[in-house]
């Protein structure tokens, strides 16, 4: 029922007005159990999240858990679509699955050599990446079509073609072709700045490097 509405009138619009009335209750009972509307939209960004696997980074190395973990975490956002801009502004603050889910993907990036500082950073800018790719999943098939105009940009409209034929000789999605293209460029760049820090500091490179538990490292647990 939340899900609904909030897929139906997106963040923004939504209130605890309109969950009561939807609920057929009062807007006050909702103060017995939360603090208002910001604590319920934090268990929204909860429920999404809980979606969104981690345990590949205690089983896979660095790079193919972080492709793993971000089909997973697109898929989520993918299903609820208006949870996005929620999701993006939302402090994590007060969201404990959210934060131990982000804790096991920490721990993965720590274990394949990344530097503390710039493990953020690098989340934030495949989150980015991520939360786009799932908006465009909901992107209209003839969004790219240049339609009546296509005789004055001959190259735009030639390049659309190609890609809409290829997305029919692959089987996949205009949607999923742009995901897994850009997300293999993120991924080779991320390895590269790795393999930078690594051969600075270790000698070693991101290819060796693993973001699973050795046998003296505890294993994080997973809460589904």
Do not use: C
């Amino acid at each position: 029922m939340l899900f609904e509405l909030l897929d139906e009138v997106g963040p923004d619009r939504f209130s605890l007005d309109a969950l009561a009335q939807r609920l057929s209750v009062r807007p006050s009972s909702f103060y017995n159990h939360t603090s208002g509307k910001d604590d319920i939209l934090a268990g929204v960004q909860e429920l999404v999240t809980d979606a969104i696997g981690a345990t590949m980074f205690t089983e896979l190395p660095w790079r193919e858990a972080t492709s793993a973990w971000a089909h997973s975490y697109r898929n989520a956002f993918i299903a609820h679509p208006n949870a996005i801009t929620l999701f993006a502004i939302s402090p994590v603050m007060g969201a404990a699955r959210t934060m131990h889910m982000y804790e096991q993907v920490v721990a993965g990036f720590e274990r394949a050599g990344w530097p503390q500082h710039t493990i953020i950073s690098a989340l934030v800018a495949i989150e980015s990446f991520l939360l786009g790719s799932a908006l465009d999943a909901w992107a209209a098939p003839a969004q790219w079509q240049p339609g009546r105009d296509a005789a004055e940009v001959p190259r735009f409209a030639a390049a659309v073609q190609a890609r809409d034929t290829h997305a029919e000789e692959t089987g996949l999605r205009l949607s999923e072709l742009s995901f897994e293209l850009g997300l293999a460029a993120l991924l080779d760049g991320l390895a590269a700045e790795l393999d930078s820090h690594l051969a600075a500091n270790t000698g070693r490179s991101a290819r060796t490097t693993t973001s699973r538990p050795t046998a003296t490292t505890r294993k994080e647990p997973d809460d589904g």
